[in-house]
């Protein structure tokens, strides 16, 4: 397997260089996001919404993430339900399950502003995505770590958009620092996969400046699904 680009730790958004733990604390994990219900094994921090530990999910210093829409999923924006996804490559589950047996830990990272846009049908919003996220999670039989970030995308410039918000570091970061057991990663072993990789064809560069801000190594999901 080529790499598409083997990224370094050296590049980092002005605005973030410093942002180890966002005063992470367990008394501001909540079972609501804003006005909307989340479902069951599912909490949300701050802008964040996170599904607590998956049966069988074990952290590592070995981490496969994974963008959803376009990567694993194939989804549409005007189609909304849980239901509304399929596999985006046939491959998709033998892949992850080889991975989880081989250590890693394989987690999910994906914007979902519309949770935030649709301020009169947020619950709407939040139980298709989490439904969809479910769903896929019992398709491929493997346990996932999943982090989902709702902040709206900047109107001026990337550093002043949310810190959780693709490409900045933020869901890495939480994860790394609270969502890892201590363990700490070795950025040698681990990847990240996604669609936006700044192609002509690509709706953004998000993916592989996420890759880029925590220093993995980047795939694009046909480079590592589809071979």
């Not at 998956?54 to 963008?67: N, P, Q, T, V």
């Not at 935030?116 to 709407?124: D, I, M, P, S, Y």
């Not at 810190?163 to 950025?187: Q, T, Y």
Request: charged content about 25%; hydrophobic content about 40%.
């Amino acid at each position: 397997m080529i790499n598409l680009c083997i990224c370094t730790l050296t590049v980092f958004y002005s605005n973030f260089e410093d942002m180890d733990d966002f005063n992470y604390s367990l008394s501001e994990v909540k079972s609501k996001y804003r006005d909307a219900t989340l479902l069951p094994k599912w909490k949300a921090f701050q802008t964040v919404i996170f599904n607590e530990l998956d049966d069988g999910l074990h952290d590592s210093s070995k981490i496969a993430a994974f963008d959803f829409d376009g990567t694993l999923a194939k989804t549409a924006v005007n189609i909304v339900g849980p239901n509304a996804w399929s596999l985006m490559y046939s491959s998709i589950p033998d892949k992850l399950q080889s991975l989880y047996h081989d250590g890693y830990k394989l987690v999910i990272f994906t914007n979902e502003c519309n949770i935030e846009r649709w301020k009169n049908k947020r619950q709407v919003a939040v139980d298709s995505k989490i439904g969809r996220l479910n769903s896929f999670i019992e398709t491929v039989k493997v346990p996932m770590q999943v982090f989902i970030a709702c902040g709206l995308p900047s109107k001026a410039n990337i550093t002043d958009a949310d810190p959780f918000r693709k490409p900045n570091p933020g869901m890495w970061r939480l994860m790394e620092k609270h969502f890892n057991s201590g363990i700490a990663i070795d950025v040698d072993e681990s990847f990240y996969v996604g669609d936006a990789a700044g192609r002509e064809s690509d709706h953004s560069d998000a993916d592989i400046k996420f890759a880029e801000a925590n220093g993995l190594k980047f795939y694009v999901p046909e480079e590592f699904f589809d071979t």
